[in-house]
């Protein structure tokens, strides 16, 4: 798709309240697009949502749960009260949740396949329909590195973006006939506003833990608009997979031609983190 001027088109991100998804909905609105937001967190949504019709945008916004099947067929519904389809569609609503798999209750599993597997589910059956009708358009699924390669460190979180990458890939395959291109998109690590709100499951859980997480992630400092920027290089090239982030392209390239040492490597990480927290 040609992505250099999106006047008269309609993008829609989930999750745009924060991060990626709020710098990519950006990313749009500087070329042009009208937007469709929604997100959990009314208030930053709605600050946003200002800040875009400041820009001169067509937006429409509402609070959404993408785990809810109901509130996503009513925030389809009202989308496409104002257009037939919309052309570009990024499921990036998404929520941390580290830890190994012993650790991880069965309502933790509920809440992080809810939000980041059925969300993205619930966005393409809501939202696909009408752009195979029109025959137009391109998917973002936003995954992670973590949907390419699994530790035991995001164990649950691991199993729903590999799921991610999965379905965008049968998508792409399906989709294709109507001249719809579909990307899953795996950043790796990026200094977004989600170090907060994750869930840090088992003896990894203390604040302390938290706290260097985010230093890391600081420190690393690779910034959401990056993504964004390689979000619509991907959608321009339609890209099946889109690694985004020097990590992510050597876990890509890692699982393709070296997975053995790549699979110890990561073993290697997770046991030196555990021995130095004394676990
Ligand atoms: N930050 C990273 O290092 C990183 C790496 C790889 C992949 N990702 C993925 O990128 C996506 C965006 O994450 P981010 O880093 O920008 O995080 P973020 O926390 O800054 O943004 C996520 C947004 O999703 C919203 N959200 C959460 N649950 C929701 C729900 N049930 N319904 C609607 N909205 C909901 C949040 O309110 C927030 O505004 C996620 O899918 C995440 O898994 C992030």
Known sequence: ??????????????????GIGRETALAFAQRGADLAICDLNEAPLQAFASELVAMGRKVYWQRVDV???????????????????????????????????LHTGLDDWDWVIGINLKGVIHGCHFFVPPMVARRSGHVVNVASAAGLVATE??????????????????????????????????P????????????????????????????????????????????????????????????????????????GLLARFTHAVGARERKRRGL
């Open 67 to 101: 785990a809810d099947r109901g509130d996503m067929e009513r925030f389809a519904a009202a989308v496409h009260e104002r257009v037939p389809a919309v052309d570009i569609l990024v499921n990036n609503a998404g929520v941390g949740l580290g830890g190994g798999f």
């Open 153 to 186: 460190m995001l164990s649950a979180y691991s199993t729903t973006k590999f799921a991610v990458v999965g379905l965008s890939e049968a998508l792409r395959d399906e989709l294709t006939q109507y001249g719809i291109g579909v990307t899953a998109v795996c």
């Open 188 to 259: 790796g690590i990026i200094n977004t506003p989600i170090t907060r709100s994750s869930r840090i499951v088992g003896p990894l859980g203390t604040e302390q833990n938290r706290e260097e997480m985010v230093r890391a992630y600081q420190r690393r400092n690779y910034g959401p608009e990056r993504v964004a920027a390689n979000i619509l290089r991907a959608i321009e090239r339609n890209r099946a997979v889109a690694p985004v982030s020097p990590e992510a392209w050597a876990f890509y390239y890692g699982k393709r031609f070296i997975p």
């Open 1 to 18: 798709m040609d992505i250099s001027n999106l006047r008269g088109k309609t993008a829609l991100v989930t999750g745009a309240a924060s």
